[in-house]
T-cell receptor, first 110, second 114 residues
């Protein structure tokens, strides 16, 4: 089956690192995306990783992929209040569609 | 370049009615996907259209249907509305078939069923 699991909430202090974890079930996922949704807005692509990579770094963002365990994580360094949003893990499934987790709501305390 | 446009943004219906939602993708995008977003459930995949053909369908009852026109604009319809259909309906377009590239989302149509 196709399933994506994420914890629903994460709270961090401004300046700390945030780590959002995700597990998925479909081993055929070629692209694994992270989307961000700010209040009242649609989703925007934050970053992505190909399944043949273990890690990808993009400025404050680091994506780690453990393909064997089907585990994906997003690390945000030096988290700012503007990072408060919902973060969705979204693996592609057999290259034909993208499925989403329930989203992790990140709260950043000043 | 204009983004993905969804109309209407908000609507209120009563049980038993039907509703049609519209999505205009980014110019040049041939794929349109629809998702239902509810608190705690995240985004549930409804269906995807690519070049006027439904390529994928999620696990929703037949009351949920859609179509895509030759200009790539898409509509989704929900008939015999139930209270549980209250949700934010998001449309996303992409250049290639969904799953092979970035999805560009609209701001959604928020449906309330009373």
């Amino acid at each position: 089956g196709e399933d994506v699991e994420q914890s629903l909430f994460l709270s961090v202090r401004e300046g700390d690192s945030s780590v959002i974890n995700c597990t998925y079930t479909d081993s055929s996922s070629t692209y694994l995306y992270w989307y961000k949704q700010e209040p009242g807005a649609g989703l925007q692509l934050l970053t992505y990783i190909f399944s043949n990579m273990d890690m990808k770094q993009d400025q404050r963002l680091t994506v780690l992929l453990n393909k064997k365990d089907k585990h994906l994580s997003l690390r945000i360094a030096d988290t700012q209040t503007g990072d408060s949003a919902i973060y969705f893990c979204a693996p592609s499934v057999r290259g034909f569609k993208t499925i989403f987790g329930a989203g992790t709501r990140l709260f950043v305390k000043a | 370049k204009a983004g993905v446009t969804q109309t209407p943004r908000y609507l209120i219906k009563t049980r038993g009615q039907q509703v049609t939602l519209s999505c205009s993708p980014i110019s040049g995008h041939r794929s349109v996907s629809w998702y239902q977003q509810t608190p705690g459930q995240g985004l549930q995949f409804l269906f995807e259209y690519f070049s006027e053909t439904q390529r994928n369908k999620g696990n929703f009852p037949g009351r949920f249907s859609g179509r895509q026109f030759s200009n790539s604009r898409s509509e989704m319809n929900v008939s015999t509305l139930e209270l549980g259909d209250s949700a934010l309906y998001l449309c996303a377009s992409s250049l290639e078939q969904a799953g092979r590239g970035e999805l560009f989302f609209g701001e959604g149509s928020r449906l309330t069923v009373l």
